[in-house]
C-alpha cells in the first residue's frame, strides 16, 4: 500500500483515544489510581467553562489537561537515585506546597529512602548544598521531553506550552524559573488546580480539597481560577465516579476523525521513544524492537496485517514501566520476590493501557505476550504452545534479542554474537519458537539456520493466510470474499494444506495451525 494510502485508510483510532492511554500510564507513573488524570480532565472543562473559554481555548484545556503531567514518569532513575521509590515519592507529594522550606523539608524525609543510614546522609547533604538544583534539573528536563512528544503526536504549540509548564508556579518559583503570573498558559493554571482537587476530593472529600488549593492561592496556583473553583464547588466533582474514559471522550471539544494507518504509525512511534526514557537503559529498545519484530514477520511471510500489528505491539510493548519504580528497574542486583512481581506487572499495565477502542486492544493485547514462552514458563497470563500466535513468538523472540544487545543495571550488553548464541539456547531450551528465532537473527543479520518461512510442511504465504481464516471457522466463501478470490480457488488452496499438513479436515488443520502459530491476531469481521 502506498505512502498516500495509508495516511488516507482509517486505523479506526483517534488521536485523543492515544492521549487517554497515555493518561492511563501518568497515572501509574504518578502511584495514583487508574483515571486519575481522565478525572482532573473533567473538572478542567468545567473549570475552562466557568472561565468563559471558547472552543478552541477549551480544545486546548481538553489536551494539556490529559497529558499535564505524562513527563512525570520519565527519567525516573534519577529520581529513584536520590527519593528511593519514585511512584510513592510522586504519590505523596500532593501534601506539599512545593517551594521554599516545605518543599526542601519533604525532599529531606525522602532522602535515600530504603538505602543505608550513611547514604541517606549523603543524599540529604547533596540536596542541602545545591538548593535542589537537581531536582529542578530534573522537572525541566520531564516539561522539554513531554513537549517534544507533543510535537510529534502533531499537537499544538499551544498544547505543548501548556504541557511544558506543568512544573511552573503562579508565583514564579516554578519550571521554568521565573515565569509567573498571566505568563502562563492558561490552560497549565486550570489543569495543575484540577490536578490537585480531583486528589484531595478522592482523598479527603471535597471541602478539603477547596481549603488546600485556597490556601495555595496566590502562591502555587492562580487566584483567578481558584475564585471560579470556590463559586459552587459541588457542581465541579458532581459524577466523577462514572466512567471517566467515556466521559472525557464525549467531552471532547474538536470531534477528531480517526488517524490513518501510516499517522497512527507515527504516533505510536513517538510513544514508544518517549516511554522508553523511563530508564536511560532502555532508549532506543521500543524502535529497535519494532524494527527486529517488523522484519522477521516479513521474511517469515506472515499476512501484511500480522506484521503491521507485531510492529506497533513492539512499539508499546514496555509503556507498563510506567508503573515500575525507578528503583527497581535500575537495581544492579538480584530482584527480590516483591521487586520481580512488580517488574512482571508491566506487561498487565500495557494491556490496561491500551484497552480501547477495539483496534488498540489488540495492539496491547499482543505487546502484553512479549515475555510468555513457548514452554508456558513466562508471564503474566503464563500461556505457552499452541496458545501463542506467530506475531506472538516473534515479539518475545526480537524483544529478547534486542533487549540482551543493550546494557542493564546487573550487566554489560552482550555482543551480537553472544545476544544470537544466548537466544539460540533459549530456543534449544524450549522457551523460544525456532522459526521466530531465525527469523529475528536473520533480521539482525545473522545467518538462518534454517528455513524460515513462517509455515510448516512448505505451505506459501497465502496458504498459511488462509489457514489461519479457517482455523477461525471461516467457511470458504466468507475466506474468498475476504481475500478477494474466487472460493473456487480457495478450495483449492484447503485442499493444498490438508495434503501439506497430514489431516483430511477443518478441526485437524485447526489443531496444526495453532501448533505453528499460524492463527492470525487480527480480527474476523463478516458484518
Known amino acids: 500500500m502506498s505512502r498516500y494510502l495509508r495516511r488516507m485508510t482509517s486505523s479506526g483510532v483517534t488521536l485523543t483515544e492515544l492521549l487517554v492511554s497515555l493518561s492511563l500510564a501518568t497515572d501509574l507513573g504518578l502511584g495514583q489510581p487508574s483515571e486519575h488524570m481522565l478525572r482532573s480532565a473533567r473538572i478542567s472543562m468545567r473549570l475552562g467553562s466557568r472561565l468563559g473559554l471558547d472552543t478552541p481555548g477549551l480544545a486546548t484545556l481538553y489536551d494539556v489537561s490529559i497529558l499535564t503531567y505524562v513527563g512525570c514518569p520519565v527519567y525516573g532513575n534519577e529520581a529513584a537515585l536520590m527519593f528511593g521509590d519514585d511512584i510513592d515519592f510522586r504519590a505523596n507529594i500532593y501534601d506539599v506546597d512545593l517551594a521554599g522550606l516545605p518543599a526542601m523539608m519533604y525532599m529531606l524525609r525522602r532522602a535515600g529512602s530504603g538505602t543505608s543510614a550513611f547514604n541517606r546522609a549523603r543524599r540529604a547533604a547533596a540536596l542541602m548544598a545545591t538548593g535542589g538544583r537537581g531536582v529542578v534539573e530534573q522537572m ?22 501548556g504541557v511544558e509548564q506543568s512544573y511552573a508556579r503562579w508565583d514564579g518559583n516554578g519550571v521554568p524559573k521565573g515565569l509567573a503570573g498571566d505568563e502562563l498558559a492558561l490552560s497549565a493554571r486550570v489543569s495543575q488546580v484540577a490536578d490537585a482537587c480531583e486528589v484531595f476530593a478522592r482523598t479527603a472529600g471535597v471541602e478539603q480539597a477547596i481549603d488546600v488549593v485556597t490556601a495555595r492561592s496566590g502562591t502555587h496556583f492562580d487566584p483567578e481560577v481558584v475564585a471560579a473553583l470556590r463559586h459552587d464547588p459541588a457542581a465541579l466533582f458532581e459524577g466523577l465516579d462514572e466512567d471517566a474514559v467515556d466521559e472525557v ?106 484497552s480501547r477502542p477495539e483496534p488498540l486492544r489488540r495492539i ?43 546494557p542493564r543495571p546487573h550487566r554489560e550488553a552482550l555482543s551480537q554474537a553472544e545476544a544470537a548464541r544466548q537466544l539460540r539456547l533459549e530456543t534449544r531450551a524450549g522457551r523460544m519458537d525456532p522459526v521466530a528465532t531465525d527469523a529475528v537473527l536473520a533480521a539482525a543479520g545473522h545467518a538462518a539456520r534454517r528455513s524460515i518461512s513462517g509455515a510448516p510442511s512448505g505451505l506459501t504465504s497465502r496458504e498459511c493466510e488462509i489457514l489461519g481464516l479457517l482455523s477461525r471457522g471461516l467457511a470458504n466463501k466468507s475466506i474468498a470474499r475476504r481475500l478477494q478470490i474466487s472460493p473456487k480457488t480457495v478450495g483449492n488452496h484447503v485442499e493444498h494444506i490438508y495434503a501439506k499438513l497430514g489431516v483430511s479436515n477443518r478441526a485437524g488443520a485447526a489443531m496444526r495451525a495453532m501448533q505453528y502459530g499460524l492463527v492470525g491476531s487480527t480480527p474476523i469481521d463478516e458484518s
Open 140 to 161: 525541566a528536563d520531564h516539561c522539554s521531553a513531554a513537549g517534544v512528544l507533543a510535537q510529534r503526536l502533531g499537537l499544538s504549540d499551544e498544547v505543548r506550552a
Open 364 to 406: 496491547g493485547l499482543l505487546a502484553s505476550t512479549h515475555h510468555e514462552r513457548m514452554d508456558g514458563s513466562g508471564y503474566h497470563r503464563g500461556v505457552g504452545g499452541a496458545m501463542l500466535s506467530a506475531p506472538a513468538r516473534v515479539l518475545a523472540a526480537a524483544d529478547a534479542y534486542h533487549a540482551m544487545t543493550q
Open 249 to 354: 471522550l464525549d467531552a471532547e471539544p474538536s470531534g477528531r476523525p480517526p488517524l490513518g494507518e501510516a499517522e497512527l504509525d507515527l504516533a505510536l512511534e513517538a510513544i514508544g521513544d518517549f516511554c522508553d526514557l523511563r530508564c536511560p537503559y532502555f532508549v532506543g529498545h521500543a524502535s529497535g524492537t519494532a524494527e527486529l519484530a517488523l522484519a522477521a514477520a516479513e521474511s517469515m511471510h506472515l499476512p501484511a496485517d500480522d506484521a503491521t500489528i507485531t510492529r506497533r505491539a513492539a512499539l508499546i510493548h514496555d509503556v507498563g514501566r510506567f508503573g515500575v519504580s525507578g528503583s527497581v528497574l535500575n537495581k544492579n542486583g538480584p530482584l527480590t520476590a516483591r521487586e520481580q512481581e512488580r517488574m512482571r506487572m508491566h506487561v498487565y499495565y500495557v494491556e490496561r493501557i491500551f
